[in-house]
């Protein structure tokens, strides 16, 4: 499934342009087509509580909270990276198309530091051969 594509301006609220290196356009961490509010993770809270503080907006407003990380694992017991109860597929279903280009494009130039991508190595040895 596809991330979801929206962007949002967040004007930084004057206590968190110490905190956030780059404040301005966050983008969606959701899977394209997901209900309700967009949401992006602006930092981790860390602690024994956990969680994370999000930015959720939608065409009207924007707001920032705080949320317990979603407890899902996957096979391999990697850690959804979203909230609780998020809305649409865990982090791991989800495919940034933007990163997915950029890996794509690394791994044709340097096969051997994506040892787990047969499919790219294998097209990037034909291309070697020639
Ligand atoms: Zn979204
Ligand atoms: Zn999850």
Same mark, same amino acid.
């Given at each position: 499934?596809?991330?979801?594509?929206?962007?949002?301006?967040?004007?930084?609220?004057?206590?968190?342009?110490t905190l956030?290196?780059?404040?301005g356009?966050?983008l969606c961490e959701l899977?394209?087509?997901?209900p309700?509010? *967009?949401?992006t993770?602006l930092?981790?809270?860390?602690?024994?509580?956990?969680g994370?503080?999000?930015?959720?907006?939608?065409t009207?407003?924007?707001?920032?909270?705080p949320?317990p990380w979603?407890l899902?694992?996957?096979?391999?017991?990697e850690?959804?990276e979203?909230f609780?109860?998020?809305?649409?597929?865990?982090?791991?279903d989800? +495919?940034?198309? +933007?990163?997915?280009?950029? +890996? *794509?494009?690394l791994?044709?130039? *340097?096969?051997h530091l994506?040892?787990?991508?047969?499919?790219?190595a294998?097209? +990037?040895?034909?291309?070697?051969g020639?």
């Amino acid at each position: 499934m596809r991330q979801c594509t929206a962007v949002a301006l967040l004007p930084p609220p004057d206590h968190l342009i110490t905190l956030a290196a780059e404040p301005g356009h966050i983008l969606c961490e959701l899977a394209t087509d997901h209900p309700g509010d *967009h949401a992006t993770m602006l930092w981790d809270e860390g602690g024994p509580t956990g969680g994370a503080v999000w930015a959720r907006w939608n065409t009207h407003r924007a707001r920032l909270i705080p949320l317990p990380w979603c407890l899902a694992l996957d096979p391999r017991k990697e850690a959804c990276e979203l909230f609780a109860d998020h809305p649409s597929p865990h982090s791991w279903d989800i +495919t940034d198309p +933007t990163h997915e280009a950029i +890996t *794509h494009d690394l791994a044709r130039q *340097h096969p051997h530091l994506f040892p787990g991508t047969p499919e790219i190595a294998e097209r +990037t040895e034909e291309e070697d051969g020639s």
